[in-house]
Structure formats: structure tokens, C-alpha cells
């Protein structure tokens, strides 16, 4: 069973830095695509961050050249380093998984469907 819990969301100024982690449990890292999405209420889904077992990552045009998307298998862990903070980026933050990826397959942030496993969501609010 697959667990994902996230943290480090908080409250910021624009231009600020939070970096939001995952922590996941149940998975498999041998092979896996995860995600970072956001969601501000009244709102869909949108997808922010993508990143597969061999490091391959994919942004969001919002995301690209502010937001890092990283992972420590070790410690199973997602990372999103989110700098340069606008607040237009508040919105609650969800890390998402699908452990059922497999090399050569599109591990993407457009794709939510993929993802089976997801996180209860961290907060992120930027003034």
C-alpha cells in the first residue's frame, strides 16, 4: 500500500523560497513516475513537475526556471524547490505517484490520470 505524505508548505513573500517534500512509503523505487501538482479551490488540477526513476524531469511553463522537481530514492523521497514565489503559486500543493511506470512509457504532469497515489496536499501561500 502506497502512502505519500507531503511538507514544507507555509506561508511566503513574493520572490521567496519553500521547498515541498513527499515522503512516500509502500513504493517500489525501482521503477516509477511522480508528480507535484496544485489545486486552488474552485479550480481543476493543474500539474506542475514531473520526474521518473532515471531522472528524467518535465515542468509546466508556470514551473520552468523557478521550480526544481528532485528525488533521493534512499530516503524515498520528492522534492520541489519553488523559488522566486509569485502569488499566483498559492494553491495547495499534491505530490502524486505511479509506481506501475516503466522506462521508455511518458511520465508527465499533464497526465493525472496515471497517477494512482496521492497525497493529503501542503498548503503554499504567497503575499
Known amino acids: 500500500h502506497v502512502q505519500l505524505v507531503e511538507s514544507g508548505g507555509g506561508s511566503v513573500q513574493a520572490g521567496g523560497s519553500l521547498r515541498l517534500s513527499c515522503t512516500a512509503s509502500?513504493?517500489?523505487?525501482?521503477?516509477?513516475?511522480m508528480s507535484w501538482f496544485r489545486q486552488v479551490p474552485g479550480q481543476s488540477r493543474e500539474g506542475v513537475a514531473a520526474?521518473?526513476?532515471?531522472?528524467?524531469?518535465a515542468y509546466a511553463d508556470s514551473a520552468t526556471g523557478r521550480f526544481t522537481i528532485s528525488q533521493d530514492n534512499a530516503k524515498n523521497s520528492l522534492y520541489l524547490q519553488m523559488n522566486s514565489l509569485k502569488p499566483e503559486d498559492t494553491a495547495m500543493y499534491y505530490c502524486?505517484?505511479?509506481?506501475?511506470?516503466?522506462?521508455?512509457?511518458?511520465?508527465?504532469?499533464?497526465?493525472?490520470?496515471?497517477?494512482?497515489?496521492w497525497g493529503q496536499g501542503t498548503q503554499v501561500t504567497v503575499s
Open positions: 520526474i521518473d526513476s532515471h531522472g528524467g524531469t
Open positions: 502524486a505517484a505511479n509506481p506501475f511506470w516503466t522506462y521508455g512509457a511518458i511520465c508527465s504532469y499533464t497526465r493525472p490520470g496515471d497517477f494512482g497515489y
Open positions: 509502500g513504493l517500489a523505487y525501482f521503477s516509477h513516475c
